[in-house]
């Protein structure tokens, strides 16, 4: 029987090249409860204090959208209100639209994402108008965010596929990217909003759209909904990638597009990388425990199989029981 020491210098003699470490931005408070019934504030301020005790240092807070779409999220000012209760982390909102904008801007929230989609068809459903008129509106939101001491990150929905027009050429999304960053765009997000897309088709947009935006941070928001969300991410971060978006539980879900489900999952994202010498700066074991804080929040199971099995070394029940 191989010594472990030896089996893992055979394995480190294979030429895979991975960073020492990701930066991996919690989305479970937005993009996670986004198509969950309501929560009330106060159970969403547990969660939030759950997450922040894994050691994450981005978390997406809320989303300053319209509350008669999104009813999930109407509170998003009531949360933004605590945020200063946590220190050493760096909070951001998503909108929508310039209005959206300012209402993060005046609730103290000046990290702002901004929703691009590649596909007329899902921008149409998603914010009611094509994606030429979505991407001039880069430039406001653009000096809402540095106007108030911020940033923008432009993320771009249906990169890869739609549920609507179909697949998206790569010409297509990186033309969105190339007008969001001319418009002053601080850093890109490439969207699998129906988790559709394979490892290969990640590596080729990815390439051209860091071609197109030489120098620009480019990170990635995979939907597990066809299994191959962890698959994806490890292809980006073998492509270079540091940022990556996760979901506690692997909860989440566009409610614009039609049989899109669950983000990857936090601890299953964390897992994969910290059992292969990527550090991530959470810590597995209060992962699982927010997990848990989470469940109870929404009220049913969680997608996530790690958080059924537990990491190696706790076993879920052992977990269930601390």
């Known amino acids: 029987m191989m010594d472990p020491a030896d089996e893992e210098a055979r394995v480190n003699e294979f030429d895979l090249v991975l960073p020492t470490t990701v930066d991996v931005r919690e989305v479970g408070m937005r993009d996670g409860l986004q198509l969950e019934a309501p929560v009330p504030l106060e159970a969403k301020l547990e969660m939030l204090e759950a997450l922040v005790a894994t050691g994450v240092r981005r978390i997406e807070a809320t989303s300053f959208v319209s509350p008669k779409a999104v009813p999930a999220l109407a509170d998003a000012d009531q949360v933004a ?67 108030a001491g911020g940033s923008l990150e432009v993320i771009i929905a249906t990169a890869w ?30 969207g699998d909003t129906i988790g559709t897309t394979t490892p290969l088709r990640v590596v080729q947009l990815l390439d051209a759209v860091r071609r197109a935006c030489p120098g620009v941070p480019v990170g990635v928001h995979f939907h ?37 489900s669950g983000n990857i999952a936090t601890e299953e994202l964390v897992y994969m990388l910290e059992d292969s010498g990527v550090r991530t700066g959470l810590d597995l074991d209060a992962v699982l425990a927010a997990a848990r804080v989470t469940e109870q929040t929404v009220g049913h199971e969680l997608p996530s199989s790690l958080y059924r099995a537990g990491g190696r070394s706790v076993p879920r029940s052992a977990a269930a029981r601390a």
């Not at 609507?164 to 490439?190: K, M, S």
């Not at 962890?230 to 879900?253: E, K, P, W």
């Open 161 to 190: 596929d739609c549920p609507f027009d179909g697949r998206t050429p790569i010409t297509r999304t990186v033309d969105v990217a190339r007008a969001a960053v001319t418009a002053g765009a601080d850093q890109l997000c490439l």
């Open 81 to 147: 209100a605590e945020l200063s209760r946590w220190g050493g982390v760096l909070w951001s909102a998503l909108v929508a639209n310039a209005r959206g904008a300012v209402r993060a801007v005046d609730a103290g929230v000046a990290n702002l994402e901004y929703v691009v989609s590649a596909s007329d068809g899902h921008s149409h459903a998603n914010a009611g108008r094509s994606t030429a008129e979505a991407v001039n509106a880069v430039g406001e939101i653009v000096r809402l965010a540095h106007g």
């Open 224 to 260: 597990n909904t066809r299994g191959t969300g962890q698959a994806n991410a490890l292809a980006a971060i073998q492509a270079g990638v540091t940022q990556l978006d996760s979901s506690i539980g692997g909860l989440g879900g566009c409610p614009f597009a039609p049989g899109a």
